[in-house]
């Protein structure tokens, strides 16, 4: 069975310092998402492409997060610098209709 | 913004019981309902999407239910097992073009023996 695929799985970095995460999604899934978590609460929408086309990134803390989906498969998420408060689980999903979105395993980030 | 409250934070039963969720909602009302499925250090999985004119939807031992007059969906599990033990989530879609999700923070549930 097809998933979404994410690396790394753990991460840990000072603060300060540049990070990026990756994630490969289902094949033919145009929509693609990055989710924060942070531990105790539901995930929350960072950024949502359309195929390439950013469709959505009002939640994302544009100084510091950049995401790019530049052929439209597989995506970057990057952080920089990253802060303490952006230790969290960040997660990838993908999905081909509106209906159910698929994620991947996530990457946990720890900021020291 | 919208507001989405999950019964609590734990649920704990016996296994072969019933186990009921609770997701409530304030502001608008979501086209969508989904609920989800967490295990520790791991995505959710999609269980159930419910839509507004729907009452009920089953799967197998699972069924959900969505009434937008009191702005609230139950999530049951009949005759729960240990492997159900999971965080549930609820996850409510405006029926904006772009789909996009807002997540309540779960209910963890555990099933012991």
């Known amino acids: 069975e097809a998933e979404v695929a994410q690396s790394p799985r753990y991460k840990i970095t000072e603060k300060s310092q540049a990070v990026a995460f990756w994630c490969d999604p289902i094949?033919?899934?145009?929509?693609l998402y990055w989710y924060r978590q942070i531990l105790g609460q539901g995930p929350e929408l960072l950024v949502q492409f359309q195929d390439e086309s950013v469709v959505d990134d009002s939640q994302l803390p544009k100084d510091r997060f950049s995401a790019e989906r530049l052929k439209g498969v597989d995506s970057t998420l990057k952080i920089q610098p990253a802060e303490l408060g952006d230790s969290a689980m960040y997660l990838c999903?993908?999905?081909?209709?509106?209906?159910?979105?698929?994620f991947g395993p996530g990457t946990r980030l720890t900021v020291t | 913004s919208q507001k989405i409250e999950q019964n609590s934070e734990a649920l704990n039963i016996q296994e072969g019981k019933t186990a009921t969720l609770t997701c409530n909602y304030t502001?608008?009302?979501?086209?969508?309902l989904q609920w989800y499925r967490q295990d520790p250090g791991r995505g959710p999985v999609f269980l159930l999407l419910?839509?507004?004119?729907?009452k009920e939807k089953r799967k197998e031992r699972l069924k959900v239910t969505f009434d937008t007059t009191l702005k609230q969906s139950l999530f049951h599990i009949t005759a729960s097992q240990p492997a159900d033990s999971a965080t549930y989530l609820c996850a409510l879609d405006r029926g904006s073009t772009l789909g996009r999700l807002y997540f309540g923070r779960g209910t963890q549930l555990t099933v012991w023996p």
């Open positions: 999903a993908s999905s081909v209709r509106r209906d159910e979105q698929y």
């Open positions: 419910i839509r507004e004119n729907e």
């Open positions: 502001n608008y009302s979501p086209a969508y």
């Open positions: 094949s033919g899934h145009a929509t």
